[in-house]
């Protein structure tokens, strides 16, 4: 890590394309491989033949060192593995193993670099695997960007290949067999004569050899797993109540505390008064944290009533953050001083638009600020003792978490000890480190017993970086029944730099996420162009499950439904007319025909299209309304998505189901607001979900025409906002350009 | 106090306003209901007392009368109650931190309505929320466990 650490403190470069003090150096150092950490602290009798296998008198442990935040990585991933090793389902235990460079990931960066999924030039193929090279010279080893299945699926496909290569050599010396005459079966090498060998008694005499430079993959046809239903390995623990989150750790002599920081944001505390918590019952200490002060005690809810009965001295908001006026600075934000990118400029909009004169079509859109808001509050256990921190949470920035902990500690890396735990969703909350911080800090103020912070539910809403806010203004003519021009600036606030900047990272040039899921969709209009402005100094932001997209599906959709109605054309039609991709027709299609779009429907029932490419996944989708006299109902969701490759069809669907709700709970009813420099909601009752009566049937078609293997996290969820919005405008003639849709129009 | 929890009798030395929920957790050591909001709006800490679902975040101990089933009394791995069973059957769960609860929510609900309609499930189970989006699978799955425990 310090490797790490002295990189990205120069330039952490993910938003554009340069990079890092010499390249030349760069490219030697890209080539080696990082070490295999398992080889650090291998016990007696272990042993390993990559950083992805561990192998010891009581079995098999199969690394998996992504973040597990309930999309499945662990299971996903050990398959990989578990398919070319010919291991048995089940017959090995997973660990996400200690952060490492060895488990980088080299898709995560390529995300940031304005290359559009469907362009396939030099610049963007180049790109692409430019984005590998920043993933593993930095040692990312990171969660998210829908990255995990596209960046795992050759490496530990090949990695269980090459150790079941190493352990054949080995049964091949030990029995004096010819290789070729060996075969594997669920952990164990056989001789044609039907002995049997298991990988376990193999192992230590595999370790000792090199791994061979090139192996054989399994062609599709020979797979036992992948591509077929399987049974997730937490599955069973997560139905008995069994499965431990990082908030259900119990250690021996732990204690348990919460933490309360300024609820102005970036306030601070100028001092507190803890002396009737002090007297509590089960109060241990109360400590001072950056920005506030911690509460330790012997149990949890005497920790959360403690911290309520101190008195704070709150210092005021470093910005008296207020939603309407961060509104009005975005909408005052399509200014060139503000303008951040221009990836998308097709044909003169500006001729079109002024040869239109007064019929030119204009509408402004907003989105809110989003809480991630996973179901387990954010927590951490951290314990300081005898010169070494342990630190377990859910975490998918390990090796910045380590940083951190060094930094707060001044320990070397070596000395902490980072155990990632399965976390109760995420959404990319677990992308910051903030309450890892302050689990720390409390440890390293109270040395000896290990310390578990958790945050009450109103700590986690007012202190969630969001989703940002977005304004977009739209212009476009149309005439004979066609879009002509579509000009879209979008304002936003940079996620990139919002997220860098809290490492202390600046990153140059242009955010995409500003324009991501509007820029780089294929559609040839002739006369079409994208424009991010950004929102300087905004409220901190973060990486929301899907992103920029999240909210640019909306933007960039709704306004174009508007363009094509104004044309008096059909929003399908016209879409197929202009899409230039043919997965993304095909899905088109597919959504029309699920959806039986163009049968006509009974007044008050509408049907609405969307359709958004976002992590190199396309997606298009209809949803079906009822305008009914209780408000509107959400009947059906039909969804077509192109991923290439899928690897367990169950746990896929269950994604973009998932992703479906995600979109379109947020889109109906969610919205997080800023007064005075403090949120407004503190939890559920405030901060409204969807509930089972408003879930639609979900209805999905998978496509694997391209053979690009691609994650399924978060694509689903861009679409699902304008295609509602499209609905009810079908349904109703109401055109909402504003989210949460709830301000304007009552849903069941 | 006593306080009676998967047919276990323990001996409890807490505040009678500790919320049931916190004694579970942090006194006994039985972590799987969750903590979600602590204000009775997510259904992650339901438990079953006298059989009935209970939002155990809101429920004083002191205030509790009768046994404490939690999710780890319904049924093990090795002996699933028929709606773990379903649960399972149906890959049900994502992040899984919502499921405890949902599928307490559901066996207390179908103890008491074995054949239920889409609409009675959307009733009896809108209380419990999940972030993850699960809620296609509930759906369905409630009524896969119905007709188990009809067999059963
Ligand atoms: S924690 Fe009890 S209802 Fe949410
Ligand atoms: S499965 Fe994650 S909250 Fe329900």
């Known amino acids: 890590m310090g490797r790490l650490a002295k990189i990205t403190r120069r330039t952490f470069l993910v938003g554009a394309a340069a990079l890092v003090g010499g390249f030349a150096v760069g490219y030697v150092a890209y080539k080696r491989d990082p070490k295999n950490p398992l080889l650090d602290d291998l016990a007696d009798g272990a042993s390993t ?26 299971s996903v991933l050990a398959a990989l593995i578990a398919e070319e090793l010919d291991l048995a389902w089940g017959q090995f235990k997973v660990d996400p193993g200690p952060p490492s460079a060895a488990y980088y990931n080299g898709k995560v960066a390529a995300e940031g670099f304005p290359i559009a999924a469907t362009s396939d030039s030099f610049f963007a193929r180049n790109g692409r695997a430019f984005g590998d090279v920043v993933g593993k010279l930095l040692g990312l080893q990171v969660t ?62 595999a370790a000792r050899l090199a791994p061979p430079h090139e192996v054989a993959l399994k062609p599709a046809s020979q797979w036992r797993l992948l591509g077929k239903p399987m049974q997730r390995i937490d599955m069973v623990a997560k139905c008995t109540g069994t499965a431990a989150y990082g908030i259900d750790l119990r250690l021996p002599g732990m204690l348990h505390a919460t933490v309360r920081t300024n609820p102005f944001l970036g306030g601070g505390i100028r001092g507190f008064d803890a002396a009737e918590a002090r007297s509590m019952r089960g109060v241990v200490a109360v400590l001072p944290v950056k920005g506030g ?35 009005a600075e975005a909408a005052a934000s399509f200014v060139a001083e503000r303008r951040d990118s221009r990836f998308k400029d097709e044909g003169d909009v500006d001729a079109a638009l002024a040869a239109a004169g007064a019929s030119a079509i204009e509408a402004e859109y907003r989105v809110p600020c989003l809480a991630h808001a996973p179901l387990e509050p954010m927590n951490a256990v951290a314990q300081w003792q005898d010169g070494r921190l342990d630190i377990w949470t859910g975490t998918q920035i390990p090796r910045f978490v380590l940083a951190a902990a060094a930094e707060l500690s001044g320990l070397d890396e070596h000395q902490i000890h980072l155990h990632q735990q399965i976390s109760g969703g995420s959404f990319g909350r677990r992308l910051e480190d903030d ?54 600036g979008i304002a936003s606030a940079s996620v990139t730099a919002s997220q860098m900047g809290r490492i202390g990272q600046s990153v140059p040039g242009p955010d995409t996420a500003i324009v991501a899921g509007a820029w780089d969709q294929p559609f040839a209009i002739p006369n079409y162009r994208v424009t991010g402005y950004r929102v300087p100094d905004a409220l901190p932001v973060s990486s929301w499950r899907s992103v920029g997209a999240s909210g640019n599906g909306f933007l960039h959709e709704c306004a174009l439904d508007e363009l094509i109605h104004a044309a008096g054309a059909d929003p399908l039609a016209e879409r197929l007319r202009l899409c230039t991709h043919e997965p993304s027709r095909r899905l088109l299609q597919a959504v029309g025909e699920m959806s039986d779009w163009g049968t006509p429907l009974p007044a008050g029932r509408g049907r609405g299209l969307a359709y958004t490419l976002s992590f190199g996944v396309p997606v298009a ?36 189901q998932g992703g479906v709700l995600w979109g379109l709970g947020h889109a109906m009813f969610a919205e997080l607001t800023h007064a005075g420099g403090r949120v407004e909601q503190s939890n559920f009752h405030d901060y409204t979900s969807l509930r089972l009566y408003q879930t639609p049937r979900i209805e999905v078609r998978t496509f694997e025409t391209t053979g690009e293997v691609r994650g399924i996290g978060e694509p689903p969820v861009p679409p699902v906002a304008p295609a509602l919005a499209n609905a009810i405008f079908a349904a109703t003639g109401q055109r909402i350009r504003e989210l949460p849709l709830v301000k304007q129009i009552g849903f069941v | 106090m006593k306080l009676s929890v998967n047919g276990v009798e323990h001996e409890l030395d807490v505040e009678p306003e500790m919320p049931l929920l916190w004694a579970l957790r942090d006194a006994l050591g039985i972590t799987g209901p969750k903590y979600g909001c602590g204000i009775a709006q997510c259904g992650a800490c339901t438990v079953h007392v006298n059989g009935l679902a209970v939002r155990s975040c809101v429920l ?33 769960a994502q992040c899984g931190y ?39 699978r509930i759906r369905e799955v409630v009524h896969t466990a119905a007709a188990k425990l009809r067999e059963a």
């Open chain 1, 621 to 656: 989708e209809v949803v079906e309304v009822t305008a009914t006299a209780a408000g509107i109902r959400v009947d059906a969701v039909h969804v077509a998505v192109e991923v290439g490759k899928v690897i367990d069809p169950v746990n896929f669907e269950a994604q973009v």
């Open chain 1, 49 to 74: 033949l990559n950083p992805f296998l561990l192998i010891d008198a009581q079995g098999i442990t199969v690394i998996t060192p992504r973040a597990d935040v309930g999309q499945g990585a662990w």
């Open chain 1, 435 to 488: 309450y890892v911080r302050q689990a720390i800090e409390l440890a390293l103020a109270h040395p000896g017993p290990p310390i578990k912070m958790t945050w009450t539910r109103e700590e986690d809403m007012r202190h969630d970086f969001p989703r940002p806010f977005a304004v977009a203004r739209m212009r476009g003519v149309v005439a004979d029944g066609r879009v002509q021009a579509f000009d879209l």
């Open chain 1, 144 to 205: 998210g960007g829908s990255s995990t299945v596209a960046d795992a699926f050759d490496r530990l496909r090949v990695a269980g290949a090459t150790a079941r290569r190493m352990l054949l050599i080995a049964a091949a010396k030990q029995t004096g067999e010819p290789i070729d005459s060996l075969s594997t079966r669920d952990g164990q090498v056989l001789t044609a004569d039907g002995r049997a060998f298991s990988y376990v008694a193999l192992a230590p005499a």
């Open chain 1, 293 to 327: 002060f911690g509460v330790i005690a012997d149990n949890t809810w005497r920790a959360f009533e403690a911290a309520a009965r101190v008195k704070a001295d709150w210092g005021p908001p470093a910005h008296a953050f207020a939603t309407d006026a961060l509104f």
């Open chain 2, 60 to 92: 004083r101990v002191g205030d509790v009368q009768g046994p404490v089933t939690t999710i780890e009394g319904l049924g093990q791995a090795d002996a699933l109650h028929a709606v773990q069973a379903a649960w399972i059957e149906h890959q049900v």
């Open chain 2, 98 to 136: 919502c499921q405890s609860g949902q599928i307490m929510a559901a066996a207390a609900f179908l103890a008491i309505q074995p054949e239920p309609t889409d609409e009675q499930i959307d009733r009896a189970m809108s209380a419990n929320l999940c972030r993850c989006g699960t809620y296609t």
